[in-house]
């Protein structure tokens, strides 16, 4: 499925006098295409190596006799070198012996140097899943993407196998409806034709039903086939966003934006929202408020864990925040939750300037990115948050989210009641939730877990007055830290607006 777009891209970059052009992909097939495409309109013939094949014609369909003992990439390398006639040569999976031999490493070069003396201008496709230029060749070396495949190119892919599942179905339709498909289609955004194709046929071969349940899974298989983990987090369980009780005011802000993030109707005239900013007391619901925003679009929740980016070497930290932030980029639609954003970005001269550095590599990230990333950013000490991260204009807004009133409390006892099993309604709710005045939602969660642990024998089943018990013995932290909660609802009066 090669594009006119890359093919073009390619003869500017061959036309500029670069002799060797890397590609990372592991789309062998579809690069191979490209490449006879490309050689075809060059006149041009295409050899291709690798350590199993040696090096032979891939432009004819005859057959081939390898060069002699031109599996070794210095013999073939060689042959390359004294070869008379232009010629487009892909390199598999060379670069292992790149980096263990000079010799090879000398051979690139000797060939690259006789680019456009008119000798034997060759052009040489460095092709691998991981390829990294050395200093003394990169001056040779220009790197090529491949075009991720259009939504249209998705949906194609979609029934087509559909197609192939209705077939083998004695001509039975695979089930789906538009939302859904249209969201799957989103949902692979990102990821090669090759990867695209087999988590198609994963949704669709299993029951032959594309349905809003399997989202999820194919979110965490893009995530896996990326290779983030350590850099970023995939919070898998999205939380159903009936499972915030109250944020009434926030829910109803998420919702009315959600056609515009995703740009379905054209007729749309609005920016896609950027994010907002979630600031309030531990436990008080912030991070499942992000799960659910993600839970509602039925998109990939990624959790940037700032702690992890650091590095004690000078400007590691900032390269690790630029690829975490990339690999969202590649991820999208999705929903990036960075928890506990102040203590990423604090700005203090205590470290050399890197947080500095790290605050003006996201700010100038926030305002570039064009893709449907949705920042959650979270924060307990509002002391911490640098100015520029919480002007209007960085996020569109900022909630602050308060200890719950009482008919909210009533409401999360109901939802970890039942989501324990347990018949909420033959419990006093009312009651329950004036005796946790100045509780937050983590703490309320706790009592009714902790009261649990006293079911056995003379107590099969829980009880009003166990829960009461454990209500009793708590110390929440609206008491503990009645200051803090003081000032920060001072500080988030004339600057926030309330999630409830």
């Not at 050899?47 to 060069?67: C, N």
């Not at 040569?89 to 263990?100: G, H, K, R, V, Y």
């Not at 926030?366 to 920042?375: A, D, G, L, R, T």
């Not at 920060?488 to 926030?496: E, I, P």
């Amino acid at each position: 499925m090669s594009s006119t777009t890359e093919i073009e891209q390619l003869l500017q970059i061959i036309h500029s006098g670069v002799p060797v052009i890397a590609i990372e992909s592991s789309e062998e097939k579809r690069i191979k295409t490209l490449l006879k495409e490309l050689a075809s309109g060059l006149n041009l013939p295409l050899q291709g190596w690798s350590v199993t094949e040696g090096l032979r014609r891939l432009d004819t369909d005859k057959a081939y006799t390898p060069a002699k003992e031109s599996h070794d990439p210095d013999v073939a390398l060689r042959i390359i070198k004294e070869s008379k006639r232009p010629t487009i040569i892909a390199l598999f999976d060379i670069q292992c012996f790149i980096e263990e031999s000079h010799i090879t490493r000398r051979l690139l070069k000797d060939i690259a140097h006789l680019n456009g003396h008119g000798k034997n201008t060759h052009t040489l496709f460095l092709v691998g899943h991981k390829i990294e230029i050395d200093a003394d060749l990169r001056r040779f070396v220009a790197r090529f993407e491949l075009a991720m495949p259009t939504p249209d190119q998705l949906e194609t892919l979609v029934r087509e196998e559909a197609m192939a599942w209705s077939r083998v179905n004695k001509g039975k339709r695979v089930t789906t409806d538009n939302k859904t498909l249209g969201r799957l289609v989103e949902n692979l955004k990102g990821i090669s034709f090759g990867d695209a194709r087999r988590l198609i046929k994963k949704v669709i071969w299993d029951d032959g039903a594309i349905t809003e349940a399997e989202l999820p899974a194919v979110n965490k298989a893009k995530f896996e086939l990326m290779d983030m983990d350590g850099v970023l987090s995939f919070e898998y369980d999205t939380a159903k966003f009936s499972e915030v009780g109250g944020l009434m005011a926030m829910k109803d802000w998420v919702i009315k934006r959600e056609a515009a993030f995703f740009q379905h109707d054209q007729n749309i005239k609005l920016e896609p929202p950027k994010g907002m900013m979630l600031v309030g007391v531990q436990g008080g619901g912030k991070s499942l408020a992000a799960k659910a925003v993600a839970g509602l679009w039925g998109i990939p929740l990624l959790r940037l864990d700032f702690g992890s980016l650091y590095n004690k070497y000078h400007g590691e930290s900032e390269r690790n925040l630029r690829a975490a932030l990339k690999m969202a980029e590649l991820m999208a639609p999705c929903v990036l939750w960075m928890d506990e954003v102040e203590k990423g970005v604090a700005t203090n001269d205590n470290d050399g300037g890197t947080s500095r550095r790290m605050l003006g590599t996201l700010l100038t990230w926030m305002s570039e990115q064009q893709k449907s990333v949705f920042v959650v950013a979270t924060a307990n000490d509002i002391s911490g948050l640098p100015p520029e991260l919480i002007r209007k204009g960085r996020l569109d807004e900022i909630f602050f989210v308060d200890l719950p009133e009482k008919d909210i409390r009533a409401e999360i006892f109901a939802i970890h009641l039942n989501k324990r099993g347990l018949a909420a309604d033959g419990f006093d709710l009312p009651r329950l939730a004036e005796a946790t005045t100045g509780f937050s939602g983590a703490e309320i969660e706790q009592a009714v877990i902790a009261s649990m642990y006293h079911l056995n024998n003379e107590m099969p089943r829980l009880t009003e007055d166990a829960v009461m018990e454990e209500i009793e013995k708590t110390r929440p932290l609206s008491i503990i830290m009645s200051e803090q909660l003081a000032q920060l609802r001072h500080w988030a009066r004339d600057r926030t607006v309330s999630a409830g």
